[in-house]
């Protein structure tokens, strides 16, 4: 077709380079900002992207371990997990500051 008397392919390859973009994941931790004796605080971790926008876990969980131990699970496909911790009644202490923060995450292939 094309009214050519004949075309000749050339075969030899090409190549294109592909760059790795800052895709660096981030995990916050939030928590219940007040709580009364006997409450419960709610931590949650949430995974973000460089861009700020949600990202999910992907080919299984993300484990989130805080430094006093505990873990926040962000299971596969979600951004998301959270933990609740009971609060004590202390009756000879007035108000106090609960504080936590993330040790180590790791897994979700991210």
């Known amino acids: 077709g094309g009214n050519l008397e004949a075309i000749a392919p050339n075969t030899a390859p090409v190549s294109t380079v592909v760059s790795d973009v800052d895709d660096t994941t981030t995990v916050t931790l939030t928590a219940t900002p007040t709580v009364n004796e006997n409450g419960t605080i709610t931590y ?22 805080l430094e006093s131990g505990k873990t926040i699970t962000i299971v596969a496909g979600a951004s998301s997990g959270e933990l609740d911790v009971a609060v004590g009644n202390d009756v000879y202490q007035g108000p106090t500051t609960v504080t936590e923060s993330i040790k180590d995450a790791s897994g979700g292939n991210l």
């Open 44 to 65: 949650t971790a949430t995974l973000t992207g460089a861009d700020g926008k949600p990202v999910t876990a992907q080919n299984g969980p993300v484990t989130v371990t």
